[in-house]
């Protein structure tokens, strides 16, 4: 059994690195390379986080003196702040647009019952189909990739993954408009988790310039070529979005540090924390604009924030137990959520959605015919209650006015001081339901029949609804079937203990952070975002101690929601810890015994253009010969600067012996800017490239452009070591050696320290400890 195990660790291993196949031109048997280019039938290919520090690099970089260095200092601020303002305005215009399309809609909706309810009703699904309509018609026809919420596709991207697609200028349009049409159509979903990617996008096309294809684009923006800065200017771009979701800039940076990102410094958390700063004046000004009434429906209820800062005072100790019971509740029903959406995904993706857009239309459209069905049809099954006694210095109304936000709807009930209960979180935007469930001084307000019938139509229609062709985040939805069985389990801890001072809002504010916790997986972000939406600091640690337990009943399922539909749409994520059967197996054994594809130094153009078209790989070593005649590995080649190369045709040479690789005579190369794939494009294709007949009989000298330090490793290192750095430098390429035959040195820590000048001291050096060794 062991045995048996241990093979298919190793082979679970090997899935995850792809090879280099056997050729029999330019075979080098003294190398390996370890790769995590994946295959381009999914649409997604490897990210190159890695600086090439070749010719073009060192002379660009000499060029640049400490003015060049403030500048791009100071450039790399501007483009936060304009990520922050421009994600800032975007939430605005959703959130204006989805409150005012609900808040038209219910207002019409409840004119109308008051004379026929079966006309409300009818008009009531009309309404939301053709919001939901609209949202599925776009994405379907003008931005597949803006369908879902979008984050497994952001996490993936800054994981070094990149899918082709999800950050273009109509993705982003998509995304805007698809998700007022789906939030504002009623369905079980929310806006936040497209706000996520809504900022990545509005980051990554400051960071290009804007989008060439629809003419508007900017010269002067394009500042940023690498794809490690425009990895940095993403990461802002999420963080960004989780802040104008929530109005929670804190929640914003630890959501992009604990959720997204891969790779972290204290320099770009700095300037992550100043874009979700700005997203929150930006919010906030637009608030206070809108507060006048110049946004119509919209108000202070607009952005996701429940004030339950006149709550429940304080706990007592037995409270922990049902608070401990709600942490293993949400667990299992955050668990049970992933696992259900895993089930429907596959469905949709193996029987449903291959029939084409038509189809995923059609299921839209049914999806919310039933979801209004269901949320106007089942709160007139229930009996309405009698209003109770009004408090004199509160403010909730029972029952409320007709169309105005807030708690006790008059719904179906044959006397005007009734209200059902059902209706009051079932007939109402998802912002206010949760609103609803989380006041406090409301004891008894919902009934536990009710809270139970909506807890299972709602938790339904939220698995069947996530993974239809809208834009859909998980948020919200999450909240409110955690709120809900939160404030059941409140109800029934006070009626036991009987006493005056327990709030059942507290208790529904606890279930909704245990469910995310259990199916989202997130803790210290969570923690931080749901103190800062409730304005309550004095639940934290009954909120850190619910998400403790719901994450740990959640893991021993499975993983969490991203993780998880990250892999079922083959996105090929590095998570922080390898695998356990990884330390049993070496980099020699996943490279297998085939022989690598390597190029000459000298390389004539027809045969690098015979390779280009055999393969799909990304990178080739590129092998020299000593005076001696022994082969020497020089460096690494990318297939993205061949095709520059190949396009370029500036250093096509007569000659196949080398040229100089500082350039002498040939002034005239691509600059180190040429080589960067622009991200709204898959870059050039050597189907795109015509050469004549000429060309393919010149040489190319490969020196002055390869990668001449590459990351090596020993062929027995262990795949766990491999795995570490390929994640935490972002690398898409390892060599394998052979064990070194000597050792010209040795560096450490005190190597890399830099003395400071001194009056008795050289200007600045590196202090060298390092000692040759044979």
């Not at 702040?81 to 647009?97: H, M, Q, R």
């Not at 991200?679 to 490969?702: H, P, Q």
Request: charged share 15%.
């Amino acid at each position: 059994m062991l045995s048996n195990h241990f093979e298919n660790g190793t082979e679970t291993a090997r899935f995850a690195w792809s090879r280099l196949p056997h050729s029999d031109d330019g075979e080098f048997d003294g190398v390996g390379l370890l790769s995590t280019t994946t295959s381009n039938r999914n649409g997604v290919e490897s990210l190159d986080y890695e600086v090439i520090e070749n010719y073009a690099y060192r002379e660009e970089q000499a060029q640049r003196g400490q003015l060049f260095v403030i500048y791009n200092a100071s450039v790399k601020w501007f483009f936060a702040l304009l990520i922050g303002i421009g994600t800032g305005l975007a939430a605005v215009f959703i959130n204006i647009s989805v409150e005012n399309f609900a808040g038209w809609k219910f207002a019409l909706i409840f004119n109308i019952i008051q004379k026929s309810y079966l006309a409300g009703c009818l008009i009531y699904i009309l309404i939301n189909l053709a919001l939901v309509f609209s949202s599925v018609y776009i994405i379907t026809q003008f931005a597949p990739a803006a369908a879902g919420s979008g984050i497994p596709e952001i996490k993936g991207y800054l994981n070094g993954v990149d899918i082709h697609g999800i950050l273009l200028f109509r993705t982003l349009i998509g995304k805007i408009f698809g998700s007022i049409g789906s939030v504002g159509g009623g369905l079980a979903l929310g806006k936040e988790g497209p706000l996520v990617h809504t900022g990545a996008c509005i980051a990554s096309l400051l960071g290009q310039g804007g989008s060439t294809k629809y003419h508007l684009s900017s010269r002067w923006l394009q500042g940023f070529k690498s794809e490690r800065d425009r990895r940095d200017l993403v990461t802002c771009g999420c963080a960004a979005g989780v802040a104008a979701a929530f109005r929670a800039p804190v929640g914003g940076v630890l959501f992009a540090l604990e959720e997204v990102t891969s790779w972290w410094r204290s320099q770009l958390m700095w300037r992550v924390f100043f874009t979700s700063a700005i997203v929150a004046v930006v919010v906030r000004v637009a608030m206070g604009w809108c507060k006048s009434g110049n946004c119509g429906h919209f108000g202070s209820g607009g952005f996701i924030i429940w004030d339950i800062s006149d709550g429940q005072e304080d706990y007592s100790f037995e409270e922990l137990l049902p608070m401990a019971l709600i942490g293993v509740i949400g667990g299992l029903l955050g668990a049970l959520f992933n696992q259900l959406t895993i089930y429907v995904t596959r469905w949709r993706r193996n029987y449903l959605h291959k029939k084409g857009n038509r189809v995923k239309i059609y299921e839209a459209c049914l999806i919310s015919v039933l979801t209004s069905v269901i949320s106007f049809g089942l709160p007139l099954l229930r009996n309405c209650s009698p209003c109770p006694v009004s408090d004199p210095g509160s403010e909730i109304e029972c029952p409320r006015a007709p169309g105005v936000d807030g708690n006790y709807v008059n719904f179906y009930c044959s006397k005007d001081n009734e209200y059902n209960d059902l209706a009051t979180i079932f007939f109402n935007t998802q912002d206010d339901a949760i609103r609803n469930l989380f006041s406090a001084k409301t004891i008894h307000e919902f009934s536990a029949q009710s809270l139970l019938t909506f807890l299972v139509m709602f938790y339904t229609l939220a698995v069947v609804t996530f993974g239809t062709a809208v834009p859909a985040g998980q948020f919200v939805p999450g909240i409110v079937i955690g709120s809900t069985y939160g404030r059941l389990v409140g109800i029934f801890t006070v009626n036991h203990y009987k006493k005056l001072n327990i709030e059942e809002g507290t208790y529904a504010l606890l279930g909704a952070a245990s469910f995310l916790g259990g199916s989202m997986r997130m803790t210290v972000s969570l923690c931080v975002i749901m103190v800062e939406i409730t304005n309550n600091l004095k639940f934290l640690p009954l909120i850190m101690l619910v998400l403790l337990i719901s994450k740990a009943v959640g893991d021993v399922f499975n993983e969490g929601l991203y993780e998880e539909q990250a892999r079922l749409r083959g996105i090929p994520l590095l998570e922080s810890k390898p695998k356990y059967e990884m330390r049993k197996v070496t980099a020699r054994e996943v490279c297998g015994n085939q022989k690598v594809l390597s190029l000459p130094r000298v390389v004539k153009v027809a045969d690098v253009v015979s390779i280009l078209q055999s393969n799909k790989h990304n990178g080739f070593p590129v092998i020299d010969h000593t005076r001696n005649g022994e082969p020497l590995v020089i460096g690494l080649m990318l297939r993205s600067h061949l095709l520059v190369l190949l396009q370029s045709r500036i250093d096509f040479q007569h000659s196949p012996l080398p040229c100089h690789s500082t350039g002498g005579s040939r002034a005239i190369r691509p600059n180190y800017s040429e080589f960067a794939k622009p991200v709204s494009s898959k870059g050039i294709s050597i189907n795109d490239i015509y050469l004549s007949s000429d060309d393919l009989e010149m040489y190319i000298d490969l020196a002055p452009f390869l990668n001449p330090s590459p990351y090596v490793v020993p062929e027995d290192m262990s795949l766990t070591k491999v795995y570490n750095l390929f994640r935490q430098l972002g690398l898409r390429h390892i060599f394998v050696v052979p064990r070194a035959s000597r050792v010209i040195g040795v560096i450490t820590r005190k190597d890399l320290l830099i003395e400071e000048e001194t009056e008795d001291s050289t200007p600045t050096e590196l202090q060298s400890t390092s000692r040759s060794a044979t």
